[in-house]
């Protein structure tokens, strides 16, 4: 691949997902976009780089088979643990008791279902421990129409059910299926996805109690991550709450946010 291709992916990534890829990562796209050569009969990277500046249904398919390809799924039940614990007995109870109607979660990068549907299992046990059964909707977004059809499916296979759930936890949410682990509908009915690129306004999804942003910003520019940010604390009602990832910074600039440590739990609440 030679330079002019390179920037040609480069922008096309930037403008289109935010995803910056610095001068050293050709190698990363030679080596996630190689497969898509034979896939739309290519004979070489230059016709991809042509694809993708054109304007043709040839060329919308192989934008979306781009961003599938570069973007990183990575993802497991419980992730940053402390968090989820935090949830399941700090916020939910609270919500539950200061907020009348439905409690709205937003999971903004949530990739094949993992953390919207850990959301949802919190929401089951805070409420049997309360002995209430209020209502919560939970919306999972992600760039990746591929992914998401993953996560639709809700059936997991025993690989990814050992990453982060133990036994007790798969026994009580999950039943075997011929192709793997199903989620049980009462979790997996609390939560719908929906394709949503976070460059994109907000607005149309409405507002929300918690949003998880977590593990997504680290690929966008420090200027998109303020202004994504900021149209999250906007999207939030007041004294909502923002999770990151345990290992991202809430940058110094924006000042809608308070932190909050509890035990080993790291996460945000909008000031106001
Ligand atoms: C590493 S996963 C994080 C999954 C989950 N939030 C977690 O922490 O386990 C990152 C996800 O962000 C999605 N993504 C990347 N760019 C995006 C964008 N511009 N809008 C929405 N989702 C995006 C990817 O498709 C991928 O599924």
């Known amino acids: 691949m030679i330079q002019s291709e390179y920037k040609i992916i ?3 990534l930037s403008q289109s997902c ?17 497969r898509l050569l034979a896939k739309f009969d ?16 040839l060329s919308s398919k192989v934008k979306v088979a781009v961003v599938d390809a570069m973007t990183t ?33 937003w999971s903004a990068a949530c990739s094949s279902g993992q953390e919207p549907y850990t959301v949802s299992m919190c929401a089951e046990e805070a409420n049997k421990k309360i ?9 999972g977004t992600d760039i990746s129409e591929t992914i998401l059809m993953e996560a639709k499916e809700a059936v997991y296979s025993e690989l990814a059910l050992s990453r982060g759930l133990d036994v007790q936890n798969k026994n009580q ?38 949003i998880f942003c977590r593990n997504v910003l680290i690929y966008f520019s420090d200027a998109m991550k303020v ?8 999207s939030l009602e007041p004294g909502g709450y923002l999770f990151l990832s345990s290992t991202e910074a809430m ?22």
């Open 227 to 234: 202004d994504i940010l900021t149209r999250m604390a906007n």
């Open 18 to 34: 935010g995803i910056v890829l610095g001068e050293s990562k050709q190698y990363l796209v030679k080596n996630r976009l190689g």
């Open 173 to 210: 949410f999950f039943h075997k299926t011929h192709d793997g682990y199903k989620l049980n509908a009462d979790i997996s009915r609390n939560v719908r996805f929906q394709q949503f690129n976070l460059l994109k306004p907000f607005s149309v999804l409405g507002r929300f109690d918690v």
């Open 42 to 57: 290519f004979d070489s990277f230059s016709e991809l780089a042509n694809a993708i500046q054109a304007n043709s249904s």
């Open 131 to 139: 002995g209430k059964n209020r209502s919560v909707q939970i919306i």
């Open 73 to 105: 799924n990575e993802t497991f039940w419980f992730r940053d643990d402390m968090q989820f614990l935090e949830l399941k007995e700090k916020i939910f109870p609270d919500l539950f008791e200061k907020k009348t109607g439905t409690v709205k979660v």
């Open 251 to 272: 940058p110094p600039s924006i000042k809608a946010f308070e932190p909050v440590r509890e035990r080993r739990a790291r996460y945000f609440k909008k000031v106001l």
């Open 10 to 12: 480069q922008n096309f």
